[in-house]
């Protein structure tokens, strides 16, 4: 195996508010190579932008790493003061945000919000700067450049404010590009223009991407692997095919059977996953998914349950995939 | 911008005539004249007055008189009461005291209200911001002459560390400026902390730090800037506060410029002095106001000048 960029391993995140510990990131592992795209699909509040955070070294207060490393690219993040993490940030990972339309300060230019980058992270002239923002804008699918460096944020539309964002993670050429949901305040035909712009991006600078996503569309289309979030927890995780042909976990399931197909039948209706997220406060003991679950057993509202390993790289706890360890433990009761 | 520029002015003239008018007609509905306070002078002496200075004649002829020579020769009159002195010439000697003192009022109030807002929005719910938002709700309710007595009384007459009449050396500035700037300060610092919060909730605030930028730095560059957005808009305000302020203050401190100037030609019903004092502050407050809106414009780049 080679030498991974991204070894996160048992990370526990939680936010200490006054109602209490919430969980946010409860026992995550995740690992990535030099090269991979992985996606990170879960319904909102399951704890996707909080890994994405976690990486950057930026939980926002009251949030702390209770357990667990973050070691990317040689750094052991989760250890590392905030001055050495303001040198890792914005140039050996980058990340863009879901809002393109707040996401960058309104009284500022984007050329000086992208030189900004450049000034913070290498010792570029003030000409150098400026011919490689040029440079940039031309990478991300801009026109006219030279007047959009002069340009104010308002005056440009949502998917070229998406682009300057992408062109400000850009700018010191990150091993690591994360994208949090990218593409969900943007209108269809941008998501389109935007995800391939990513993908492109990828083959002409040797870049990693985590996408963070609800929309398994974009997973689809961008990405080499998927780990699946519930509740803080990775609770699937595998190749494209893996999760898309034969998903194991019942969350999976449920969220595989609620995107719209093109080649559906009419009568072939989406099912949504019904039930309510949990409440993070108060986690149930067992597997998240429990309360929601169709095929939940006694077992399932005490223990979570261990990953199965049904391939090298396909991941999922599940009791009924755990039923020799299941059986041990109850006896052959349901 | 041009476009601007010609509107902002058409304006201007069309509110300045408006305040010549009306203080003018307002000015001779107020019972008394300006020879009833000289010692019991003979109906003979004030008729004989009277018409010297043309206020024998209807309102109406003195009224077209007075714009007749404001209009076309900018002449504010001679004053009544001081006699033989142009108004042109007290302003010219008056105002640029007032304009220091109320110069470095603005300044204090927002070179102190900024960073104090500032700092209880970073420390928000700590004792520090707790602090600060007392004082700051202490100096919203107190008004100005009440902020300069009690100084006046503790500093000049009980303690007698600073001196409370003039303005001759620094040191005559220091309570003044107090009174004039408590009241902005306070305002300022709890408008600073309200949006500073808001700003620091921001997106790109978050983008900023994604960046690599450290905190001071994001502080400076990106919250800073859109955080004092509203204090910009209440300059505008500011400075009719400060300009109203110094009327009072500078009668508390007996300080000699038109603040003071200003009350006395009222009680006085020098006429000529009144309206020239007026006419002159109202037309110093529209200009500055328009400098108030170039200043947001070149802070936020959102803003279209209309
Ligand atoms: N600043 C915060 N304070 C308290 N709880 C937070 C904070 N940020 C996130 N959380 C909690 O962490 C959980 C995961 O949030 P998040 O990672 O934003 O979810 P998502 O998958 O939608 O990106 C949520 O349940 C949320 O309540
Ligand atoms: S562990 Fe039990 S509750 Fe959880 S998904 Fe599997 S079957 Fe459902
Ligand atoms: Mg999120």
Redesign the pocket.
Known sequence: MSKALLNINNLKVS?F?PAGE?K?INDISIRMEEGDVLGIV?E????????AYSIMGLI?Y??KIVNGTIEFNGHNIHEMAEKELQNIRGNEVSIIFQDPMTSLNPVYTVGNQIQEALFLHTNMDKQRAYQRSLELLNLVGINEPEKRLKQYPHELSGGMRQRVMIAIALACEPKLLIADEPTTALDVTIQAQIIELMMELKKKINMSIIV?THDLGIVASMCDKIAV?YA?KIVESGTIDDIFYSPQHEYTKGLLKSIPKLNKKEHEKLVPIKGVPVD?LNPPAGCPFAPRCDSCMKICLKRMPEYTNISDDHKCACWLLQKKEYEAATGGER | MGGYIIKRVASAIITIFAVATITFFLMFLVPGGPFLAEKAPTPQTIEALEKKYGLDQPVVVQYANYMKRLIFKLDLGTSLKKRGQEINDIIRVRFPVSARLGAISVCTAICLGIPLGSIAALNREKWLDRTIMAISTVGNAIPSFVVATVLMYVCGVVLRILPTFGLTSPAHYILPVISLSFYPTAYISRLTRTSMLDVLGQDYMRTAKAKGLSQFKSLFKHALRNAVLPVVTYLGPLLAFIMTGNFVVERIFTIPGLGSEFISSITDRDYPLIMGTTIFLATLLIILNVFVDIAYKIIDPRIKLK
Do not use: W
């Open positions: 936010f508010t919430v946010a879960g909102s509040g399951s704890g996707k932008s909080v890994t926002p009251p949030g963070i979030m803080g993070m």
